[in-house]
């Protein structure tokens, strides 16, 4: 098949991941949706009026079945991730799964394994990995001019745990919380940068807040095979704000006003129940959604985590929304990006690319370190010690 022609794309989930990559797939030159599955009848109507062509089907079961579709984007919830990924590959579909891969390792190699029997690709994103001021950072640590990545820094603090959550999302054991939901994102720009395997994690764990019984925050050091140190930090409590280091550029590259400070926890004192909470997340997905979801919006820059510090022999550098931060032996100096066309668009250049015959980064085997990550920094946190990677994956 001709490398420059798109991917025929069918979408799993209509939720708040699929808005999230709406502007994406329909302005992406590289894939054409041309089918979806959702258990709402609006989102399917909406779906097919926002796609021209496409078909929009009750169940994964039918959309797996559409002839038409060459991969699936799995944007289900995340106890969901397995069943559907398994579904739409044992159907001959090429997969990218949302993050996480999956909440166990079980399930990551049970993933695995079924890629390599149907033969297809299974790839894990979009996570802030795909972001390309890390994809860029890297490239100029794999240029040998600053010599190789000794110790990172990253910090993050939002107000993740205050935005409207169902339940699920609240619940540690269902997949709730940042351990399953931030830390993918910050351990695969971890990873990334330092081009080298997680040997252990060392790590503490916040809930701080008896209505939001979940994970909040961590703080975790991480020792890479190669000698690479690794320190992370996330709060989701909503206090302060890393976006202010970023010249208030948001996480998706939209310029923020920080006079809007403590408005997801005013939008919260709003609602009285789980239910009405679940019903005000509601209005952020696709079905309460008009045309205007899928428009690029208007960026002030790149998508990316927070702070990310990388030292290495002969520099320190930063990744920003706008480009990469140099301060090197001799001199400071600021290599800008070129400007936002897609947002997000890495995501689906890697998909198309590996069907066309090129060599994913964010691949199914890969996504599983990063699930162990996360999984080790649970245990040492429950545990107090630190915890081996091996001690995961030969479990």
Known sequence: MAHDQPVRLGIAGLGRGFMLMLPTFAHHPGVEVVAAAAPQAISRTR?????????????????????RVEAVYVATPHQMHLEHALLAMRAGKHVMVEKP?????DECRAMNDAAQAAGVHLLVGHSHGFDRPYLRTRELVASGEFGRVRMINALNFTDYLYRPRRPEELDTSRGGGVLFSQAPHQIDVARLLAGS??????????????????????????????????????????????????????????QRDPRRYGQARALLRTVTSPEEEAALKGKRTFASSGPEASRI?????????????????????????????????????????PPVGVPRAEVLDELRD????GEPIHTGRSATMTVAAFLALQMSAEQGREVFIEELLGA
């Open 47 to 67: 779906f097919e009026a926002v796609f021209p062509g496409s078909r929009a089907y009750s169940s994964v079961e039918a959309l797996c079945e559409d002839p």
């Open 197 to 254: 395997e997680i040997r252990s994690v060392r790590a503490s764990t916040g809930i701080w807040d008896a209505a939001r019984p979940t994970e909040g925050a961590y703080l975790a050091f991480l020792q890479f095979e190669d000698g690479t140190c690794a320190s992370l930090t996330y709060s989701g409590y909503a206090h302060f704000d890393t976006d202010e280091w970023n010249d208030w550029i948001g996480e998706m590259g939209v």
């Open 101 to 105: 891969m999956a909440l166990s390792l």
């Open 354 to 357: 590996a069907l066309r015959g």
């Open 297 to 337: 919006p208007d960026l002030a820059g790149y998508n990316h985590f927070g702070l990310f510090l990388v030292s290495c022999d002969r520099a320190d550098l930063r990744p920003k929304p706008t480009g990469v931060e140099i301060y090197a032996d001799e001199e400071r100096r600021f290599e800008a990006l």
